[in-house]
């Protein structure tokens, strides 16, 4: 089980979605910003550095909006997602095909990676 660290950003009504690259496995498809636990590291932590490394900002990470296991065909993950805030500075495309801020509406517009599918559900039914 690996553990992953995720953020979901607001700005507004909008929150942040990445499009992964076509390089790495689940190409083009849409998740949240963040990525895989590394030894030694909290997923605090884990999150800060991959804001960094993946969208060149530092986040504040708050509470924890959902937790989830997920297995795809090549890994079984655990997936912690956090409300953060991005402290200074505009997102940038660092490793990420595309990063937009969307709606909860606008969800159904965009394939997402399956891990997100619950999280996604959610969003939705929180702004109705």
């Known amino acids: 089980m690996v553990q992953v660290a995720a953020a979901l950003i607001w700005e507004g009504e909008r929150?942040?979605?990445?499009q992964r690259p076509k390089s790495k496995t689940r190409a083009l498809e849409w998740e949240f910003v963040g990525g895989k636990q590394e030894p030694g590291e909290t997923l605090e932590q884990t999150?800060?550095?991959?804001?960094?490394?993946?969208i060149g900002v530092p986040v504040k990470v708050n509470d924890i909006f959902t937790e989830?296991?997920?297995?795809?065909?090549?890994i079984t993950i655990?997936?912690?997602l956090f409300n953060a805030e991005i402290e200074?500075?505009?997102?940038?495309?660092?490793?990420h095909n595309d990063i937009r801020?969307?709606?909860?509406?606008?969800i159904p517009?965009?394939?997402f990676c399956p891990a997100d599918e619950e999280i996604l559900k959610?969003?939705?039914?929180?702004?109705k």
């Not at 801020?101 to 606008?106: G, H, K, R, S």
Request: charged content about 30%; overall charge negative; glycine content about 2%.
């Open 47 to 54: 999150l800060k550095r991959e804001c960094m490394e993946e």
């Open 101 to 106: 801020f969307i709606l909860p509406e606008e």
């Open 122 to 127: 959610m969003l939705m039914n929180e702004k």
């Open 88 to 95: 200074s500075g505009e997102p940038q495309m660092l490793e």
């Open 78 to 80: 655990h997936l912690t």
């Open 109 to 111: 517009q965009y394939e």
């Open 15 to 18: 929150f942040m979605i990445c």
């Open 68 to 74: 989830l296991d997920h297995t795809y065909p090549d």
